[in-house]
């Protein structure tokens, strides 16, 4: 587990494939966990997804696709009032977050289901920002049933309407991928009303 500041994420990652062989990647994607720690920038954790040498000799059998739904979608937001005249803000409030669920494990016939990456790749629609889409594979949390994306949403409660699509691609400890999962739908009206995905 890797933990870094936002601003450590790099502003020119290309959308495109790459799995780290035997270590850990410098260049990390945003797909990720938070965790928060009062008075200090708001801090991400990450895994990667790493290949293993011995399974890339031997395993060349592709992963199952995979089903895939939005769990929820959280924007950034601004002060919010504590009371007594006080207004409360913390360093994640810029940050806006999809917690996608995947629904059914995808198997395969060597790497376990929690040991499987998952690039996302773009679908359809308009993203958040131009470097949505995370340049790695990462692992799953929760046992590998539950993975993040986060982007950079602003620390305002005056939001845009988003909508766009992405798809989700397993990838085992052999680096072979599964075909993409159906795109799955994000749609938020902004300031206007709650999430709507599917």
């Given amino acids: 587990m890797m933990r870094i500041p936002l601003s450590s994420f790099p502003s020119n990652a290309a959308p495109r494939r790459r799995v780290t062989v035997g270590m850990r990647a410098h260049l990390l994607p ?3 966990a938070i965790s928060p720690a009062p008075g200090l920038a708001c801090s991400l954790a ?6 293993a040498e ?3 000799r031997i395993d060349k059998t592709a992963p199952a696709p995979l089903e895939a739904s939005v769990v929820s979608v959280r924007r950034g937001r601004g002060p919010a009032s504590a009371g007594n005249g006080v207004m409360s ?3 994640c409030d810029d940050i806006g977050f999809i917690t996608v669920r995947i629904d059914d494990l995808p198997g395969d016939n ?3 289901k929690t040991a499987l990456g998952y690039f996302v790749i773009p679908a359809g629609g308009t993203w958040p920002e131009a470097h949505f889409f995370p340049e790695n594979a990462v692992r799953g949390l929760s046992e590998g049933g539950e993975i993040s994306l986060a982007w950079a949403d602003g620390a305002t409660d005056e939001q845009e309407a988003i909508e766009f699509a992405f798809s989700i691609v397993a990838v085992d400890l052999a680096g072979n991928e599964s075909e993409p999962s159906d795109p799955i739908w994000v749609r938020h009206a902004g300031s206007r009303s709650e999430a709507d995905c599917h």
């Fill in 110 to 112: 060597r790497t376990p």
């Fill in 30 to 32: 945003l797909l990720l």
């Fill in 46 to 51: 990450v895994t990667l997804h790493t290949l």
């Fill in 89 to 91: 803000v913390t360093s």
């Fill in 54 to 56: 011995d399974e890339q």
